[in-house]
Nanobody, 124 residues
């Protein structure tokens, strides 16, 4: 069982930036693809970005391209999400997720491990 713990998030003004981290205390993320999803009130999980372990290939949603960056530090077993140029529509709970099969897809169903989520609120 892999438990993921996110940190970061908060309240920020439009145009601001935030950084998140996601770790698996006591476990390694070696071999896992990791991803970030978000969920706004009344909506389903939306894919944000993913990163594969083996080749470091990343993917990101069109809505965040150029503004959000996913990265990982394998030595620290930590995944990061840097979000810039925030907009009010980025307001959501952001979740870290891990896929033991290292697929790195956009499909929520491929991620068997999830963090508890961290709230981001962007004010105008």
């Amino acid at each position: 069982q892999v438990q993921l713990v996110e940190s970061g998030g908060g309240v920020v003004q439009t145009g601001g930036s935030l950084g998140f981290s996601c770790a698996a205390p006591g476990r390694t993320l070696s071999g896992y693809a990791t991803a970030w999803f978000r969920q706004a009130p009344g909506t389903e999980h939306e894919f944000v970005a993913s990163s594969r372990w083996t080749d470091g290939i990343t993917a990101s949603a069109d809505s965040v391209k150029g503004r959000f960056t996913i990265s990982r530090d394998n030595a620290k077993n930590t995944v990061y999400l840097q979000i810039n140029s925030l907009k009010p529509e980025d307001t959501a709970v952001y979740y870290c997720a891990a896929d033991a099969w290292n697929r790195g897809t956009r499909a929520e169903r491929h991620y068997g491990y999830w963090g508890q989520g961290t709230q981001v609120t962007v004010t105008s």
